[in-house]
C-alpha cells in the first residue's frame, strides 16, 4: 500500500449501502473487532509521534492506528468530532451510527454517541479530571433522551468545552492555578448552558414521543374494539343490533378521541402540558399509549353510571347523541368524569330526614 493510501487521515466514513448488501447476504459476515476508545487514543497517540518525528505519514504505527480506526468506526459510526492530545495518550470524540431494526420497519436512527479517555492527561489536575467527570454525566443524559439534530448539536457542543479545558493540561505539564480557575470557572459557565439546551430539547421531544405513544395507543384501542365486534358479529350475538351494544362500542371510541384531543390542545398551550422527560423515551411513549384506554374507560363507566341511573344530568332524554357527547367529555376531562363519578357515589348514600317545621 502506498503512503499516500495510507494517509487517509483521522476520519473514516463507512459506506451508507453497506447495511442494504448486508441485508441481502445468505451468510453474515462476522462482526467487527470491538476496538476500545482508550485502545484507539493510545495507538493514534504513538502514530502522532511517529507523525512528528518523520514528518509524513507512514510510520511504524501507521497500519495499526488505520486498522483499529477502521474496526472502531465499524463498531461506532463516523467519527463526527475529535480532540487527541499531544503531551499524553488522551482524547474524547463523538461518534455517529446509523442503524436499522425490523421493529421500527426498516427506517434509520442515528445513534450518537461520546467517547472520552483523560485519565493521563488529567492525573495531575483534579479540578479539570471533575470537569472532564462532569461533561461525560451529562453526555449520558444527552445519549439517553435526545435524538437526531439536538442531540447531535448538544454532543459536538459538549466536546468543544472538553477541548478547551483539556488544553489547559495539554500545554503545560503544570498549569498555572489563575489559568485553571479560569478555565474551570467558564466551562461550569458553559455546561449550564449546555444543560438549559438539553432540557429545553429534551421537554420538545418529550411531548412528540408522548404523542407517538398516544397514536400507538389509539390504534391500539381501535384494533381491540374492532376484535370485539368482529368476534360478537361472527357468533352471531343475539343483542348484536342492540342500541346497548352500539352505545358501547361508541362510548368507548368516542372517549378515547376525547383524550388524545384533550391532550392536543394542551400541547397548544404554552405551559399547559408537561411530561418528565428523564424517564426514559420508552416509559413516555408508553405513558402515552395508555391515554387512549383511560379516556375509553372513563367513558365507559360513566356510561353504566347513566344507565344504572346512579348518575344523573338533569332531564336530558339519554339517546345515542348523548352517550356520545358525555363520553368524549369523560375522554376530554378526568377532571369532569371523576366529579361526576364521586356524585354518583355520594348519591348512594341514605338520605338526610327532613328537619321539622316550626
Known amino acids: ?52 518525528k518523520n514528518r509524513e505519514y507512514g510510520g511504524p504505527h501507521e497500519d495499526v492506528y488505520q486498522a483499529k480506526l477502521k474496526a472502531f468506526v465499524a463498531t461506532n459510526g463516523r467519527l463526527v468530532e475529535a480532540y487527541w492530545c499531544t503531551r499524553q ?39 479539570i479530571a471533575d470537569q472532564v467527570y462532569a461533561s461525560r454525566a451529562l453526555a449520558v443524559k444527552i445519549g439517553e433522551v435526545l435524538r ?13 468545552a472538553v477541548e478547551r479545558v483539556l488544553g489547559v493540561v495539554d500545554h503545560s505539564e503544570a498549569p498555572d492555578e489563575k489559568d485553571v480557575a479560569r478555565v474551570v470557572a467558564a466551562n461550569e459557565k458553559e455546561l449550564g448552558e449546555i444543560l438549559a439546551y438539553y432540557n ?3 421537554e420538545a421531544q418529550a411531548r412528540l414521543v408522548y404523542f407517538q405513544g398516544m397514536m400507538r395507543g389509539a390504534a391500539l384501542l381501535g384494533g381491540v374494539i374492532a376484535a370485539i365486534a368482529l368476534a360478537l358479529y361472527l357468533t352471531r350475538f343475539s343483542r348484536w343490533h342492540s342500541p346497548t351494544t352500539q352505545a358501547l362500542f361508541l362510548t368507548g371510541a368516542m372517549g378515547g378521541a376525547g383524550a388524545i384531543i384533550s391532550v392536543m390542545s394542551r400541547m397548544a398551550g404554552k405551559g399547559a402540558f408537561s411530561v418528565d422527560h428523564e424517564v426514559g423515551r420508552k416509559m413516555v ?14 367513558a365507559v363507566a360513566l356510561y353504566f353510571g347513566f344507565a344504572s341511573k346512579l348518575v344523573q344530568l338533569g332531564s336530558v332524554k339519554k339517546t345515542i347523541y348523548f352517550y356520545a357527547i358525555v363520553s368524549f367529555l ?29
Open 200 to 202: 429545553k430539547s429534551a
Open 148 to 160: 437526531g439534530t439536538s442531540e447531535l448539536v448538544a454532543m459536538q457542543w459538549l466536546v468543544s
Open 285 to 298: 411513549r408508553r405513558l402515552g399509549s395508555l391515554r387512549p384506554f383511560i379516556g375509553a374507560t372513563f
Open 89 to 127: 495518550p488522551s482524547g474524547v470524540a463523538v461518534t455517529e451510527k446509523t442503524e436499522r431494526s425490523w421493529r421500527r420497519l426498516g427506517l434509520a436512527r442515528q445513534v450518537v454517541r461520546f467517547h472520552s479517555e483523560t485519565d493521563w492527561i488529567t492525573s495531575e489536575c483534579p479540578a
Open 1 to 52: 500500500m502506498s503512503p499516500a493510501a495510507k494517509a487517509m487521515g483521522d476520519y473514516a466514513h463507512p459506506s451508507t449501502l453497506g447495511w442494504l448488501r448486508e441485508a441481502f447476504l445468505w451468510r453474515r459476515r462476522p462482526p467487527p473487532e470491538a476496538v476500545p476508545f482508550a485502545e484507539l487514543v493510545l495507538v493514534h497517540y504513538l502514530r502522532q509521534l511517529a507523525v512528528y
Open 330 to 358: 369523560a375522554g376530554f376531562s378526568e377532571r369532569w368524569a371523576r366529579l361526576m363519578l364521586h356524585n354518583a357515589e355520594g348519591s348512594g348514600d341514605a338520605a338526610p330526614a327532613p328537619a321539622k317545621e316550626g
